[in-house]
């Protein structure tokens, strides 16, 4: 049996610094500030922090009195987040992870070592992929979960552990690397036991007598002896990292940077669990009220208002650059209209798809960078016209005898097979350029066939007609409903000869020409 | 089948450029067969529609596998205009490297407008399309690119066909039977003509 114990020092001020790439944990002062805004006190401070005279339980006046501490208020979402992105760590090496307490982990690694490589070797691929994820972190292994929590949290750096040598590694930790209840930190205290060794040496019988099982299960644990089984936590079903802003944000360049560095760590928990994002939410929590001062009015009582963006890939991806730029060009047409006082980003799962292009197979766009590209014409073309129909994406007809009735779809390079060669189209054809929308004409017939046409400011007589061909549809639906009297006709142009079709709307009896015959 | 270069396809890397007045001439016919060409034999193409005008349903009559072509619809009344919009959409398509054909349809753009395009702009196009493996094809109503394009085909004014059922010569029981088109290969830049292409051609109606 093998576990491995990860566990982030002063986890509280790393998920507080974790979003942040200019804070420097080892070298900083950083401290973080729990309870009422009235009654603030430190709850969590570093090394440097520690060796400035800060300890938990300072009043922030008290804190304050050492000017190179940086105070930050303890956001329980942050280390949420920061907890969730541990878990993704330990699931890059295994499926059994257990949420032992916050920013502390154990992994069942029995198996692994074949895979992975020796217990030292693990270990520092633990360390490693942690750092990754932005913790500064003490790792150990060993036989049993707990042997491998203690020395985690009492021993720095990589420990290994080897079986039958818990109880000489684990002697010279302090009990309170246990936590066990205040009672009995008292009581072995008076008794002048203040280490595992210590601990560990308490004759069984009398131990039990005085402190009853709850003494004895300390002592096993101080000894390394108890084997317990993991409880694995669930995976989460969305990665979410969100930053509250201490001053809000106005401009969108800015508003890029920080969701590139929540973006950075969604995508790191996305590949440690080996998987993408098709679904992607950027929810903007924004300033109540805009001109609040130029109105000289208070902002309405409430909660803020958020502004929701949704992006949908076709094809999952771990990039962080394309979803960077994908959410870049969103906010770009779609501006958030106030200043924006906290970023949420949420990204949805999905499993990463793996394409083999063929040798002989003919290029095809990658969807990343078609997702880009299909963004970045949307920003020239524009998104919708005016029936709602997208400006960028591949046509399909619709089933109907509508004339001009199609959809387009959002376009999607996945590698398929070319549709077989038909003997229809051998034949060359020629086809019909529309007129979007059509163009009014008027139309002078002579026995009910036309006989000149004016269009475009210009009378011309028609040389050729071939028609009517009538038409209609949905006389169920008034709004949808057409009818209509289709006419080729061959008009002679400077230079050559325009066929075009025109019809004429019935009952209104308007004529246009909807295209040329080209 | 439609037969322009050597194998039936337009000549890589190159500009091809071809030209177009308001009449019916064949250019979107020669249009369409290149797009049905390149879809069938797994391409994917982008079709650049500056004034909005491709017709879904011919292209799938003629063969054309939709799904494989990307269509953009420029907006008509707005900044920047469809031509700025065109060549700004054209511009992020070649770049994208993944198409095997690229067509610029501004066959309804005015002439002067056309004529206003800075020489420089080709130039930039025929250097950017050289370095890569897809085709540029611009379709226009006035012979454009110079020197810059890699093939330019003429378009002549086509010659309809009208046919009358049996012996009844009246005009109302005519249709439009087929129409003669003819092409005029003016400038292959990268390739010397060993044969000219196909002079002429005649096409169906699509509900024929």
């Known amino acids: 049996m093998l576990f491995g114990c990860i566990h982030v020092l002063d986890f509280p001020v790393q998920a507080a610094l974790r979003l942040d790439p200019a804070a420097r944990f080892r070298e900083d002062a950083f401290a973080v500030m729990d309870g009422p805004e009235s009654l603030l006190k430190i709850s969590a401070c570093n090394e440097p922090a520690r060796r400035a005279g800060i300890t938990p339980g300072m009043t922030k006046a008290q804190a304050e009195v050492a000017p190179q501490v940086r105070l930050r208020k303890r956001v329980m979402q942050e280390e949420q987040a920061a907890h969730a992105a541990l878990l993704d760590c330990g699931y890059r090496f295994s499926s059994r992870v257990e949420s032992t307490s916050p920013g502390t982990i154990t992994i069942d690694l029995t198996g692994t070592e074949r895979l992975l490589g020796a217990a030292l070797k693990l270990g520092r691929q633990l360390a490693r992929r942690a750092k990754g994820c932005g913790f500064e972190v003490n790792v150990a292994l060993a036989a049993n979960p707990d042997t491998a929590l203690y020395a985690a949290r009492g021993f720095t750096g990589i420990s290994v552990i080897a079986p039958g040598e818990e109880a000489r590694r684990l002697a010279s930790l302090p009990t309170e690397v246990l936590h066990p209840p205040e009672n009995v930190v008292e009581t072995l205290d008076s008794w002048g036991i203040r280490d595992f060794q210590a601990l560990a040496a308490l004759p069984a019988i009398p131990l039990t007598q005085r402190l009853g099982q709850q003494g004895l299960h300390l002592q096993r644990l101080a000894r390394g002896e108890v084997m317990r089984e993991l409880v694995p936590a669930e995976p989460a079903v969305a990665f979410r990292e969100s930053m509250e802003l201490e001053e809000s944000v106005e401009l969108l360049e800015p508003l890029v940077s920080l969701l590139n560095r929540l973006l950075e760590q969604v995508t790191a928990r996305l590949v440690a669990r080996s998987l993408a994002t098709d679904h992607m939410q950027v929810t903007l929590t924004l300033e109540a009220q805009l001109d609040r001062q130029l109105a000289a009015s208070p902002a309405p009582p409430g909660p803020a208002p958020l502004y929701q963006r949704t992006l949908k890939l076709p094809t999952p991806t771990q990039d962080r650059n394309v979803l960077l730029k994908l959410l870049q060009l969103d906010l770009e047409e779609h501006p958030p209209l106030s200043p924006v006082k906290k970023v949420m980003v949420e990204a949805f799962p999905a499993h990463v798809r793996f394409g083999q292009g063929g040798l002989f197979h003919p290029i095809a766009p990658e969807p990343a960078k078609l997702e880009i590209t299909m963004a970045r014409l949307r920003a020239v073309v524009g998104e919708q016209d005016e029936q709602g129909r997208s400006r960028v994406g591949f046509a399909q007809a619709v089933d109907t005898h509508k004339p001009d009735s199609f959809q387009v779809l959002p376009f999607n390079a996945e590698r398929k097979e070319a549709q077989p060669r038909r003997a229809a189209t051998l034949t060359p054809r020629f086809v019909l350029r529309r007129f979007r929308p059509p163009l009014k004409a008027r139309v002078e017939l002579e026995r009910a066939v036309p006989a000149m046409m004016t269009f475009n400011g210009r009378r011309t007589k028609v040389t050729n007609a071939s028609g009517p061909w009538r038409s209609s549809g949905s006389w169920w639906d008034k709004a949808e409903e057409w009818q209509r009297e289709e006419w080729d006709v061959e008009l002679r142009v400077t230079g050559g000869v325009g066929v075009y079709r025109i019809f004429r709307e019935l009952p209104s009896g308007s004529w246009f020409v909807e295209g040329i015959y080209d | ?208």
């Not at chain 2, 249009?31 to 994917?44: K, Y």
């Open chain 2, 1 to 208: 089948m439609l037969s322009f270069g050597q194998n039936g396809s337009v000549k890589k890397p190159a500009v091809a450029g071809s030209a177009k007045e308001r009449i019916s001439s064949g250019n979107s016919a020669v249009l369409f067969s290149l797009l049905a060409q390149n879809t069938r034999r797994g391409h994917f193409c982008a079709l650049v529609d500056a004034s909005d005008c491709f017709d879904p349903a011919s292209a799938e009559a003629v063969g054309v596998d939709l799904s494989r072509v990307l269509w953009v619809r420029c907006r008509a009344s707005h900044q920047p205009k469809p031509l700025e919009q065109a060549f700004k959409a054209a511009d992020i398509l070649v770049h994208n490297d993944g198409f095997g054909m690229v067509v610029v349809d501004l066959g309804n753009i005015e002439e002067r407008h056309i004529r206003r395009i800075p020489l420089t702009t080709w130039f930039r196009f025929a250097r950017v399309v050289e370095r890569k493996s897809v085709v540029l094809v611009f379709l226009t109503n006035y012979p454009v690119a110079q020197s810059c394009a890699g093939q330019k085909l003429l378009m002549k004014p086509a010659i309809p066909h009208w046919n009358a059922p049996g012996d009844i010569v009246q005009l109302r029981r005519l249709s439009l039977a087929e129409m003669e088109f003819e092409i005029e290969v003016e400038q292959k830049r990268l390739c010397k003509p060993v044969q000219p292409a196909t002079p002429k051609f005649t096409a169906a109606p699509i509900w024929a």
